[in-house]
């Protein structure tokens, strides 16, 4: 960039950084071409501390109810425990924005203590613009959603319970 300054350099750095966080991304890497050997290159990272917090709040419940009720620690566990090693649990297959409604202001697709059917869609992951539908893996009782409308979900995120 020769002398001049572009102000909406700024802008945009800033606009990918709150890009960065509302997608829950960990790195971003774009490349802005303004005409000959004058270009912007841009690298947003983060550290992703996403993990850290997790354990705490599951770690708190689990000796509370661990003493009380020594015959059914088991199912305690799992019903307490980590919500992705529930066998019941249907996980995101992407990173995006979990939506539980097809539009704003229309129905949820399921709700706690619907019955579905294998394949039908429990919710939409939008990955870059796309609406993914999310099927049901089986059919059973939705037990737990553990997303919001509009929360960003990882890959492997726990989204729901179906028992």
Request: cysteine-free.
């Amino acid at each position: 960039m020769a002398n001049k300054t572009h102000d909406g350099d700024v802008a945009f750095i800033k606009a990918l950084a709150e890009l960065l966080a509302q997608n829950e991304l960990t790195e971003l890497e774009v490349m802005r071409e303004y005409g000959d050997n004058d270009s912007l290159n841009v690298r947003v990272s983060k550290q992703s501390i996403v993990a850290a917090p997790a354990p705490a709040p599951v770690a708190a419940p689990a000796p509370a109810a661990a003493p009380a009720p020594a015959a059914s620690a088991p199912a305690a566990a799992a019903s307490s425990g980590d919500p992705a090693q529930d066998p019941g649990a249907v996980t995101s297959p992407m990173v995006g924005t979990a939506y539980l409604q097809a539009e704003p202001g229309t129905p949820a697709f399921v709700s706690v203590g619907d019955t579905v059917a294998e394949g039908q869609t429990l919710m939409i992951v939008e990955a870059m613009k796309t609406m993914n539908q999310i099927p049901s893996p089986r059919a059973g009782k939705v037990t737990r959603i553990l997303v919001g409308d509009g929360d960003p979900v990882e890959f492997g995120t726990p989204l729901m319970i179906i028992a």
